[in-house]
């Protein structure tokens, strides 16, 4: 009976606790003391719903109880002579916490206050002040719901590393007195273009996996879809952010395809596409659809999702209409130059004009020095090389690109296609 309450915590945790964090840090200006107050609430839950059962609103309860406890932080603090400005913020919602029960609901002013303390947490967890790997834990912890050990074992790190980062966040935040607050104007677009990055990498990382033995983490994928979902509904005037959910959903629809009984990987080519997810297609088309009727929507995830969606239109392989990827990657490089653009600029001309033609674009981009490490840009030089029947040349591009892979099943793939010449 236990073993049932507990998983029911550990489900309203993981979907409820971005919320009372969110709130909870409103009160307090501090979202490591956020975070403190929050897990107290969550032990509560651990000593009351077993022995109580578990509440007709759990997700209310939890709230609410976070909410005494942050009342009580600040009233120990407020005695403790703190200044009060400081823990005295926002003395409406302290005084709204003055409830005679654990509510059943909601209403919707109040659902308001917590999208806006959601959006206020994501800047926060995602502030620049961070270092890129401290915002991805951070974000993670405090939005995804995930235990430090969860992160640990996803990105294949020791669980006192992960715990370091986030220790270590939490300190730079409070230290830098970085403000609880959504940025305005000019500031909001440089930093939701952070909060955008972390999002992206955190999806990158479980659709591609970086070591490991998997080829994909599906929990991660999945965790940075959800986020990016929440942060669709907390900034809806903001074209990039669904254009950052439309690339997340079109490319997670592929997901169940990109792998064989085995675990290995199938290239998009030569993917089952009777296996790839409707529903998420069409969900992603219409994301995308949205953020092209918003200003900013030729925006690099705009942009990288519209590629996206010309992959999930097209019924078969052949169907692919690869003279508009190209002229997608094209303006892309235009509005966001990389070299990895160019490289992937080079697969679709190859489809379109020939091998030869995406040949000329690699070899002109071969010697970029943010390419030296990059695996892909062996491989794709060992594909077309293969394709023009210059086999030797391409078995060698093969070996090369599974020297630099970090995961092992990528690098089963590479040496499967050089074994194959």
């Not at 919320?19 to 000593?47: C, F, H, N, Y």
């Not at 926060?124 to 969860?150: F, N, Q, Y």
């Amino acid at each position: 009976m236990h073993s049932a309450t507990h998983q029911a915590i550990a489900a309203v945790w993981r979907i409820e606790s971005a919320r009372v964090v969110a709130v909870v840090a409103r009160m307090v200006r501090d979202v490591g003391v956020a975070e403190e107050l929050a897990q107290d609430a969550l032990v509560s839950a651990l000593e009351h719903w077993p022995r109580d059962g578990v509440p007709d609103n759990p997700a209310a309860w939890l709230m609410t109880a976070a909410k005494r406890k942050a009342l009580d932080h600040l009233r120990r603090a407020k005695m403790q002579g703190e200044k009060h400005e400081e823990i005295g913020a926002d003395l409406e919602a302290q005084e709204a916490l003055v409830v005679p029960d654990f509510v059943d609901a909601l209403d919707a002013a109040r659902q308001d206050e917590i999208g806006d303390d959601l959006l206020r947490l994501i800047f926060t967890a995602c502030h620049p002040v961070l270092s890129t790997d401290a915002r991805v834990a951070l974000t993670l912890k405090l939005l995804g719901g995930l235990t430090t050990h969860e992160i640990a074992r996803a990105y294949l790190v020791p669980e006192p590393t992960i715990a370091q980062r986030i220790v270590r966040a939490k300190r730079t935040l409070a230290d830098a007195k970085v403000p609880y607050e959504t940025p305005r104007g000019e500031e909001l677009e440089q930093r939701l273009a952070s909060v955008l990055e972390v999002v992206y990498l955190v999806f990158n990382e479980g659709y591609t996996a970086t070591g490991g033995s998997d080829w994909m983490r599906p929990e991660l994928a999945q965790e940075a879809l959800r986020l990016g979902r929440m942060l669709a509904e907390l900034a809806p005037d903001e074209a990039e952010v669904h254009g950052l959910v439309a690339l997340m959903e079109l490319q997670a629809s592929r997901m169940a395809a990109r792998t064989d009984a085995q675990g290995r990987p199938i290239l998009l080519a030569d993917q089952d596409r009777a296996r790839w997810d409707p529903l998420l297609i069409r969900r992603g088309l219409a994301a995308l659809e949205r953020a092209g009727k918003l200003e900013g929507g030729r925006g690099v995830y705009v942009l990288q999702a519209a590629i996206a969606a010309c992959h999930a239109r097209a019924r078969r392989v052949e169907d692919t209409d690869w003279a508009r990827i190209a002229s997608l990657y094209a303006t892309l490089a235009h509005v966001a130059p990389s070299p990895v653009v160019e490289l992937n600029r080079a697969v679709a001309v190859s489809m379109a004009e020939g091998p030869a033609a995406g040949l000329a674009i690699v070899d002109r981009i071969a010697s970029d020095p943010l390419l030296r490490r990059y695996q892909w840009l062996p491989s794709v030089r060992g594909d077309l090389l293969a394709k023009l029947g210059r086999k030797d040349e391409a078995r060698a591009e093969f070996l090369k690109a599974a020297e630099l892979a970090g995961n092992g099943r990528e690098r089963e793939f590479l040496l499967a296609r050089a074994r194959a010449l």
